[in-house]
């Protein structure tokens, strides 16, 4: 007899369980349905110079206005890095909706990388997604970024001699350089720090290599901006380049100056204003946005003219608060929906790819959504595009996946389909057509056991990479869903390893596909065991 108990949290399983054992019934087969989380998202944590190297001893923090509702998607509060992925999600009981998504805030770091903070929204359109985060190295930064570190003794707990610090230029034509006057003393959220030694960080990123350009704090899309007349709105960054100065006193951190410090930046003279689709120049406006840790959120600090010194363009200005910040134009999102029409014969039904949106540099892609095609005729919605000339273009998914994570250059993936250039708030739809791809459709089915419960099946719901046997490099083939995926990316005949988190643990299992479908008994964490 098999029972199936319906998705709960897991005291509510307990409870089953632990009555059921004082009454023992030998022929009873419990099977745990894991789809507890119905919002998830997978974080992977990369170093872009070296994708298949995860960074040691990650630590993450969750925080934002929903940090209370976010689980490990296993259903408890343990939030465990391993093998540089973890899966979270969303507490059933926030009712996300259009008007009030649930959000939060991932804080990321690790020996010897910068610190980063990350926004995750959960929304009701989506059920899973895929976030990367790039951890940039200290030393030996990727392309597009430059990191500089400086120590200063402090006399009496404040600068004695004015100096200044600035990233190299090497081969980039962008740097910032910061500068502080005698007397400067540092604060932590607005109470004075003593201490002997300052450290300053100052990294700054381009605006050109995909390294630099993935590494914008919360995406170059952003919601609830506090733009220039005090209002939120959902707007999209082109930037200008971007610059984080993080500052310690003793080894403690500090968030602040008691007076103003000088900030120059050296913008690419052949950087395009896309507000004029022309490149810049002295008398240029461009904005400064200051990204709010707190909040996940960008706001506008005010503009700033462009002014030729020494033959360089630069932007000049002053803070008092370290932390990002970014030289930026930015477009209000259109108000309408483009809707995107995709044409497929039915054959690729199951097959992933992703839809990226380029604007007038058609370098690199400022949106991108996966596409799960399940018919031959699917209809896309995009809400908040830019107001833009852009245009769609299709990349098989794994192939565009390995190109974001990679950080080895701008050459892109083959393109699949690709739409003419259109104006992104034109309310018209779009059509693409994708060409046949002769597949076979293959089912994984992973049950988990626990040795000490025999009588029980978990199914859980998790996401899972893959690679060819004795290849490097693992990619996403899909979201398991109560221990079910059907995927159309792996050919009979060949061995697989395939590879998972679970409640803070790698799950991995290597097979030879022999027939269309492979079930697996799967040794669950030992953590995960002990809850039932």
């Known amino acids: 007899m098999k029972l199936n108990l319906p998705a709960g949290i897991v005291g509510t399983i307990l409870f089953f369980i632990i ?15 894991g789809n507890v989380i119905k919002s998830s998202a997978l974080i992977r944590i990369v170093d872009p110079q070296q994708p298949e190297s995860v960074p040691a001893n990650i630590s993450l923090a969750i925080g934002g206005k929903d940090s209370a509702y976010v689980y490990e998607i296993s259903g408890k509060k343990t939030f465990k890095v391993k093998d540089g992925m973890i899966s979270i999600g969303l507490d059933p009981s926030r009712n996300v909706n259009e008007s009030n998504p649930g959000e939060c805030i991932i804080s990321v770091s690790a020996p010897g990388y910068l610190a ?26 990727p392309a597009g970024v430059s990191i500089v570190q400086k120590t200063v003794n402090l006399n009496s707990n404040t600068v004695g001699s004015p100096f ?35 450290v300053l960080t100052l990294s700054h990123f381009d605006a050109h290599n995909p390294s630099s350009l993935q590494s914008f704090p919360g995406g170059f899309l952003s919601a609830g901006a506090k733009l220039p007349d005090g209002s939120t709105g959902n707007i999209n960054f082109s930037t200008g380049g971007f610059f984080q100065l993080q500052l310690t006193v003793d080894n403690h951190t500090v968030n602040a100056t008691n007076a103003a410090f000088a900030m120059s ?21 461009i904005g400064l946005w200051y990204f709010q840790k707190a909040t996940g959120k960008w706001t506008y600090l005010k503009d700033i003219t462009l002014s030729l010194q020494g033959g360089k363009l630069m932007a000049d200005f002053t803070a008092g608060q370290t932390g990002w910040y970014s030289l930026c134009w930015y477009k209000v999102s259109c108000l309408n929906t483009l809707q995107v029409n995709i044409v497929t014969p039915q054959s690729n039904a199951g097959n992933r790819y992703i839809a990226a949106f380029f604007n007038s540099s058609d370098f690199f892609p400022y949106y991108t959504c996966r596409l799960d095609l399940t018919n031959s005729n699917t209809s896309l919605n995009y809400k908040n595009l830019p107001q833009t000339t852009t245009r769609v273009r299709i990349f098989e998914f794994a192939a565009f996946d390995l190109w974001r994570n990679s950080g080895s250059g701008t050459s892109l993936p083959p393109v699949i389909a690709e739409s003419p250039w259109i104006e992104s708030c034109v309310d018209k739809p779009l059509t693409l ?9 293959i089912t994984l089915e992973f049950i988990g056991f626990c040795p000490a419960n025999p009588n029980m099946d978990i199914r859980p719901s998790m996401y899972i990479f893959y690679r060819e046997s004795g290849t490097s ?20 005949g060949k061995s697989y390893d395939f590879k998972s988190t679970y409640d803070g643990e790698v799950i991995t299992v290597t097979r030879k596909m022999e027939q269309a479908l492979l079930r697996e008994r799967v040794k669950l964490p030992e953590s995960t065991c002990k809850g039932f």
């Open 265 to 285: 930046a050296t913008l690419d003279a052949q950087l395009v204003n896309p507000l004029t689709n022309k490149t810049i120049a002295p008398d240029d406006k």
């Open 19 to 33: 009555s059921a054992c004082t009454n023992p019934v030998e022929d009873i087969k419990i099977i745990i349905d």
């Open 116 to 141: 980063v903070n990350e926004v995750v929204s959960f929304t009701s359109q989506q059920s899973q997604q895929i976030i990367t985060i790039n951890l940039i190295k200290a030393i030996n930064p």
């Open 164 to 198: 200044s610090i600035e990233t190299p230029l090497k081969n980039k034509k962008e740097s910032v350089k910061a500068s502080f006057s005698k007397g400067t003393a540092f604060m932590m959220d607005a109470k004075a720090t003593e201490g002997k030694v300052l």
């Open 473 to 492: 490099g693992y990619q996403y083939l899909g979201y398991m869903d109560k221990g079910k995926l059907v995927t159309k990316e792996l050919q009979l």
């Open 433 to 441: 057509t994708i060409p046949d791809i002769q597949t076979v459709e």
